[in-house]
């Protein structure tokens, strides 16, 4: 990468004009009007006629999906670049209403399966256009047979557009407008969200502490705001699980990740018994930064006053890098994102706070949006993003209807290729106290994984066994999230983050149930994989783009037993990923105490 980098994105190879783009605005009613064909035919189909009516169902599904995903992918882009983009916003509505219209077309799509008599269903996974689909076939079928009606199905997709989606929606707006007061040299600054929290990594703890109380001063002012979106969301979310006759809540997430309970649960358990390690982690970073205990702000904050930052061009280069050391092909397609300006990355206001990576499966490209200061953080979340976006990549090629993986198998090539660049910075500091930070920074993320994450999950199963009885009022909502933060940093903290459940867009996200045990799983079963790695002997890189491109047709269970030979609702698994984990934090605690000597 010879010439200098770009950090902001291109679009418009993909649909010249951004959100003004006549071409886009032509095939967003292309799709709208393909969905509602498709209906019909769907509608008219024979469920037991000839078997090449639904091969040729399925065909147009194939690519009615793509195409779907295209859009909605062009749309996340707009949206997020220009929070006051108003043309975004009506097509972030659009959106809504035709993914309502998908949903009807989904379900109906596997009533229609689940009516197929068991004569035909054999007939049909003889064909050989469908032998590679039979595993999202028959999940589908399989879920076809706790379905409602399908007008009451239809109805309820209808419904949700403006009394479910709408919310999440409406919290994107409330967020978007939001603004935080900072006071710097003298002079007040006016920040996004986004940029605010960039600032959190100061190494300066009384202006941390300053913005903490700026940002959490901001989260309350609209808590009674964000306490409507919440409750709204999770109750139209119970609403429907009582007409399914679903009791669990975690019935659906954990029907969507394509994983068991059994699984969960035995993960939790092996992270909950080896968490006093990370206690003890906790305890040396508050003696490192003179202080009894970590106030939940000094969490993730530097632990020395001067933070190595890396350029765009810097960052880039490292982590194509270490990409290399590990998979060539991997590295390819790191660099060509960055040279073909597929990463929107510029530190500036009016964008999205967080970062993401969506993919482009009619263009074949991916799009990852971050904000980049240069920090070491920031290197590790712009690999995190290349990974999911290297997921897509080895699928192109893979039929659009078993592309659909679940958010916890998505987090593993995204965490798989953080942790390389992680793993590289520390092998390479050139100093003690250098490989100190680097590995406080990769200690950080188990920390995030094991407490953060874990607290996020106590307090969105609790909040969902509450909701039941009614709306939660914002104080109790508070009071939740600062027990569930007691219990899961081992109440090792001095101070908590009571209004988290509000400035974390994760809880009020309408596609996905349940948005936090999924990282933590992908995290663990990428370090597995990774330690799998270093003992490999054969191709490991074609092993692991194998695994990559079963994700969409397996469950966890059945990928990881294929590909890794373990089961994943033993424990043994779960203690030998956080092993690697403890050995990254005994390395730290050692390093330590030579330097405090």
């Known amino acids: 990468m010879a010439q200098k980098l770009q950090p902001t994105w291109d679009l418009d190879v993909i649909f010249p004009g951004q959100s003004s783009s006549e071409e886009f605005q032509h095939f967003v009613n292309e799709v709208s009007k393909e969905i509602e064909v498709l209906t019909e035919k769907v509608n008219h189909l024979n469920v037991n006629g000839p078997v090449e009516d639904w091969?040729?169902?399925?065909?147009?599904?194939?690519?009615?999906?793509?195409?779907?995903?295209?859009?909605?992918?062009?749309?996340?882009?707009l949206s997020a670049q220009n929070v006051t983009d108003k043309q975004a916003d009506i097509y972030v509505a659009k959106r809504a209403q035709i993914a309502a219209a998908s949903s009807a077309l989904t379900k109906i799509v596997d009533q229609k399966l689940g009516a197929i008599t068991e004569a035909n269903w054999e007939l049909l996974l003889e064909r050989e256009a469908i032998?590679?689909?039979?595993?999202?076939?028959?999940?589908?079928?399989?879920?076809?047979?706790?379905?409602?009606?399908?007008n009451e199905e239809i109805l309820i997709s209808d419904l949700a557009v403006d009394g479910y989606h709408a919310w999440n929606?409406?919290?994107?707006?409330?967020?978007?407008?939001?603004?935080?007061?900072?006071?710097?040299?003298?002079?007040?600054?006016?920040?996004?969200?986004?940029q605010a929290s960039n600032k959190l990594s100061t190494p300066d703890r009384k202006q941390r502490e300053y913005i903490f109380r700026q940002i959490s001063d901001a989260w309350k002012a609209n808590e009674d705001l964000f306490g409507q979106t919440l409750n709204h969301l999770a109750g139209f979310r119970l609403e429907t699980y009582k007409h399914y006759q679903w009791d669990n809540v975690l019935k659906e997430p954990l029907a969507i990740n394509r994983m068991q309970e059994e699984t969960l649960n035995t993960m939790w358990e092996a992270i909950v018994k080896h968490k006093p390690l990370f206690v003890e982690y906790l305890?040396?970073?508050?003696?490192?930064?003179?202080?009894?205990?970590?106030?939940?702000?000094?969490?993730?904050?530097?632990?020395q006053s001067k933070v190595e930052k890396k350029s765009y061009d810097e960052g880039a280069s490292f982590i194509v890098d270490q990409f290399r050391s590990f998979s060539p092909q991997m590295a390819d397609f790191?660099?060509?994102?960055?040279?073909?300006?597929?990463?929107?990355?510029?530190?500036?206001?009016?964008?999205?706070?967080?970062?993401?990576?969506?993919?482009?499966?009619?263009?074949?490209?991916t799009r990852i949006f971050m904000t980049y200061s240069g920090t070491p953080s920031n290197i590790a979340t712009l690999a995190h993003e290349l990974g999911h976006?290297?997921?897509?990549?080895?699928?192109?090629?893979?039929?659009?209807?078993?592309?659909?993986?679940?958010?916890n198998v998505a987090e593993t090539a995204s965490t798989f290729a953080e942790m390389i660049v992680a793993d590289a910075s520390v092998k390479t500091a050139k100093t003690d106290e250098e490989k100190l930070t680097l590995l406080e920074d990769k200690v950080s993320r188990s920390v995030a994984f094991f407490m953060n994450i874990h607290a996020r999950f106590l307090f969105e199963k609790q909040f969902y066994e509450e909701r039941k009885q009614g709306m939660v009022s914002t104080e109790r909502l508070n009071e939740l999230m600062i027990e569930a933060q007691k219990e899961a940093y081992c109440e090792s903290l001095s101070e908590y983050d009571p209004h988290f459940w509000a400035s974390k867009l994760h809880f009020h996200i309408t596609g996905v149930p349940f948005?936090?045990?999924?990282?933590?799983?992908?995290?663990?079963?990428?370090?597995?994989?990774?330690?799998?790695?270093?003992?490999?002997?054969?191709?490991?890189?074609?092993?692991?783009?194998?695994?990559?491109?079963?994700?969409?047709?397996?469950?966890?269970?059945?990928?990881?037993?294929?590909?890794?030979?373990?089961?994943?609702t033993q424990p043994d698994f779960w203690e030998n990923a956080i092993g690697i984990c403890k050995q990254d934090v005994q390395e730290f605690l050692e390093l330590a105490k030579k330097l405090e000597k």
């Not at 967080?354 to 482009?360: K, L, M, Q």
């Open 55 to 77: 091969e040729e169902i399925l065909e147009n599904l194939e690519t009615v999906t793509k195409k779907s995903r295209e859009m909605g992918a062009f749309i996340s882009c």
């Open 334 to 365: 790191a660099q060509m994102a960055f040279e073909k300006r597929w990463i929107e990355a510029e530190d500036r206001p009016g964008k999205r706070p967080g970062g993401f990576c969506t993919s482009f499966p009619l263009s074949e490209q």
């Open 283 to 303: 305890a040396q970073k508050a003696s490192l930064l003179n202080l009894d205990k970590l106030s939940i702000f000094d969490v993730n904050a530097p632990i």
């Open 515 to 568: 948005y936090n045990f999924p990282y933590t799983f992908g995290y663990l079963f990428s370090q597995g994989i990774y330690a799998y790695a270093k003992d490999y002997e054969g191709d490991f890189e074609e092993k692991y783009n194998a695994l990559l491109r079963d994700t969409g047709r397996m469950t966890v269970e059945e990928l990881a037993q294929k590909h890794l030979q373990v089961d994943l």
């Open 131 to 150: 032998k590679p689909l039979q595993f999202i076939l028959e999940e589908r079928r399989e879920r076809a047979r706790e379905q409602l009606s399908k």
């Open 169 to 194: 929606q409406m919290y994107g707006t409330i967020v978007g407008n939001m603004k935080i007061e900072i006071e710097e040299d003298g002079e007040t600054q006016s920040y996004s969200v986004g």
């Open 389 to 407: 976006g290297y997921h897509q990549h080895v699928m192109n090629k893979v039929n659009g209807l078993n592309q659909g993986y679940a958010m």
